[in-house]
């Protein structure tokens, strides 16, 4: 009998028998044949793992996890006018959905409103069109903000679209600490994968920073910010890239909140974090692992938090977009069940699972409620939920959680090293190790070494058509309409002033959230403050790194 | 005397940000032998006619995935008529659904890739289709 993991392999393992010649996982990290106790070395279960609950929460950040609460299922939602995305909001909460999650269209996330011209074409497409409180009320209108938790997808633009959400729930005589949900809000990121940008990284953390000083104060239940892996990864990074970007931008964040003043552990517990979750079953399972021993050791070691609270990431998990085919859709019905049920196995605490119609279009009502069956085939009919970190132990999924974590230790000293994360991205480090990334898988797909079913393998000729969601052109014409008409409506003295606030805050460094807040409520627009943010902050060009 | 290299311009109309395509395809462009000009992101059509004509392509590869190719295919296309410059093929890629593809191929697109379009693909298409501009 062979005595070591060594010997076995030597003696034992028929190497020649591999059907191919390299195993790895998509991020091209090598996969052992087998892990033993000597691949996770000199394990402690207190140190390196504890009960779920306890630092460093490997096992989870709560006690009981989802056999106290199922984690909350919250679908991404967004397009055409406010009316049209209301009613599909109506929709998934009457089919058990339990938090909201928007998506606005791309002029109101790059800050220009319905009636400008480089929206056009834009306008509802990706997402909803909000330009000012008037669509914000639509968009809400009948749901219950005490209630449900809302999350809006907005970044560059948060400041605008979170002053609006509170606008709207102050009309409704329902005061801010009453109010949950989460915004996006993470403009690092952007600059690293997602793109959408007004201002250059310093002036854009700044505002985070306001935001997050805010919120601390006047809203406690919201999350003034979700630190974001899932685009990091969709722009072709590795496991491992997304989980180092990731927590790097949230050191990023957490050391300018603290260069303000502002008292660790009066903010941190509201931090929280949005990642991927892609093909690779183990590897993810041990990315989500990795991250909350991590992000426990950098609050509490790196910034000196006191309170368990602010040593948890507590995190949104979406399946992968860019995983999912336009050949054979329906196969992304089982992409997704697979990344959900890592998702889950994981640990997260809200889940968006995609529609298998999304690499055609926007998704359909049948799509979107297939897509949250699956979450709650997983919930109610797997029993999975019942156990708490149910891999925590395995030899495989141990190692490789210690591998993620190590690999990603290794960027964040390198970007430590550089001067912090602004410097990394403002020389193009992040970037360019995903390019690379997303090069190499590429080539790995055109050789066929990896393999993506009914794409470069299993290929059908003929494709049946699938329904898709159209968003028809009339809605660009009634909101530009809509906007304008508002606009010429209002006092244009009181617009004014109301933007001037703005502009000597933004000048002067006081907080920009009571200004904005202020304006919105005078119908400001979106379009009009990010003016503002363009004239003081100046305008952030790509780079165009290829 | 051997071919020059063609000149290709690969271009990101509009707001959305999701380039991870488009840079992938210029730097597989690139390898091929290509000379590769790549725009960055949130051109107009106006810049990028502007970019095609100063920079003298063979052609022009536009990626959209914010759902208004209707909207700046034919922005770019009318442009190049403008300019006297439509002799410059235009292609792209992104998700287009079926029907908008025939459409805009009827409008003078010369070709769309959708997604799971492999960059041998895109190569072995311009390699058939694309000629040197009259120099």
Redesign the interface.
């Known amino acids: 009998m062979p005595r070591s993991k060594r010997e076995w392999l030597e003696q034992c393992y028929p190497k020649d028998k591999d059907r191919i010649g390299r195993f790895t996982t998509i991020s091209d990290s090598v996969v052992d044949p087998l892990y033993t106790p000597e691949d996770v070395g000199d394990f402690s279960y207190e140190r390196d793992l504890g009960y779920p609950g306890e630092y460093p929460f490997t096992r989870g950040v709560y006690p009981s996890m989802y056999r106290g609460k199922l984690w909350t299922m919250r679908q991404f939602a967004g397009y055409g006018t406010p009316e049209d995305t209301n009613e599909r909001f109506r929709f998934l909460l009457e089919q058990g959905q339990t938090g909201l999650s928007t998506a606005f269209d791309m002029p109101t996330l790059m800050g220009y409103d319905a009636d400008h011209p480089r929206a056009r074409g834009e306008v509802g497409r990706e997402g909803v069109a909000v330009s000012s409180i008037a669509d914000m009320e639509a968009l809400f209108a009948g749901i219950p903000l005490d209630r449900v938790t809302t999350s809006m997808t907005v970044n560059c633009t948060a400041s605008i679209l979170l002053a609006m959400y509170f606008a709207v729930a102050e009309r409704r005589g329902i005061p801010l600490s009453k109010l949950g949900g989460t915004i996006q809000n993470d403009m690092l990121k952007e600059f690293i994968a997602q793109k959408e940008w007004i201002c250059p990284p310093e002036p854009s953390v700044r505002i985070i920073v306001d935001m997050i000083e805010f919120c601390t104060r006047e809203a406690p239940r919201w999350h003034p910010i979700s630190i974001s892996g899932y685009h990091i990864r969709e722009a072709g990074s590795t496991a491992a890239q997304e989980l180092a970007f990731t927590l790097a931008d949230g050191i990023g964040y957490v050391q300018a909140a603290v260069d303000r003043g502002l008292d660790v552990d009066a903010f941190a517990p509201r931090l929280s974090f949005f990642f991927n979750v892609h093909n690779d079953f183990f590897e993810e399972i041990a990315k989500f692992r990795a991250a909350r021993r991590m992000w426990a050791k950098i609050m509490r070691e790196r910034f000196g938090a006191r309170k368990p609270e602010s040593w948890r990431l507590r995190t949104h998990a979406q399946t992968a977009g860019c995983s999912l085919t336009a050949q054979q859709p329906l196969n992304n019905v089982v992409r997704v069940a697979i990344q959900a049920l890592a998702a889950v196995l994981g640990g997260t605490q809200s889940l968006h699972t995609n529609s298998m119609d999304e690499t055609l279009a926007l998704p359909s009502e049948q799509a979107v409620l297939v897509a949250l069956r699956t979450q709650q085939i997983i919930a109610e009919e797997t029993g999975v939920a019942n156990f708490i970190d149910p891999l925590g132990g395995s030899y495989a999924v141990e190692a490789l959680t210690n591998q993620i974590e190590a690999e990603a230790w290794a960027y964040i000293r390198r970007i430590d090293e550089l001067g912090g994360i602004v410097r990394a991205i403002e020389l193009g480090f992040p970037q360019k190790e995903i390019s690379e990334a997303a090069y190499r898988y590429q080539r790995q797909l055109e050789s066929g070494e990896k393999v993506m079913v009914g794409v470069n393998k299993y290929q059908v000729q003929e494709e049946p058509p699938i329904e898709i969601l159209r968003v028809p052109p009339e809605v660009e014409r009634k909101q530009v309409e809509r906007v304008r008409q508002r606009k010429q409506t209002r006092d244009a003295a009181v617009v004014a002033r109301a933007l001037e606030k703005i502009r000597r805050a933004a000048r002067e460094g006081s907080n920009l959230m009571p200004p904005i807040i202020e304006a919105v409520k005078r119908e400001v627009t979106v379009g009009e403050i990010s003016d503002v943010f363009r004239e003081v902050f100046g305008i952030y060009r790509d780079p165009a790194y290829i | 005397m051997a071919e020059r290299p063609l000149r290709i311009l690969i271009a990101k109309p509009?707001?959305?940000?999701?380039?991870?395509g488009a840079?992938?395809i210029?730097?597989?462009l690139?390898d091929a032998g290509y000379e590769?000009i790549?725009?960055?992101?949130?051109q107009?059509p106006e810049m990028i006619v502007e970019t095609a004509i100063q920079e003298d392509v063979d052609a022009i590869g536009l990626s959209i995935l914010?759902?208004?190719h209707?909207?700046?295919f034919p922005?770019v296309l009318e442009r190049l008529r403008e300019r006297g410059a439509s002799d410059i093929p235009v292609f792209g890629g992104g998700?287009i659904?079926?029907e908008d593809v025939t459409a805009l191929k009827q409008l003078g697109v010369r070709e769309i890739f959708?997604?799971?379009a492999?960059?041998?693909e895109i190569i072995g298409w311009i390699r058939e289709h694309i000629r040197p501009r009259g120099d």
């Open positions: 509009g707001l959305d940000g999701h380039d991870r840079k992938i210029a730097r597989m690139r590769v790549y725009t960055g992101l949130h107009t914010s759902g208004a209707m909207t700046l922005d998700i659904p079926p959708t997604p799971g492999s960059a041998q």
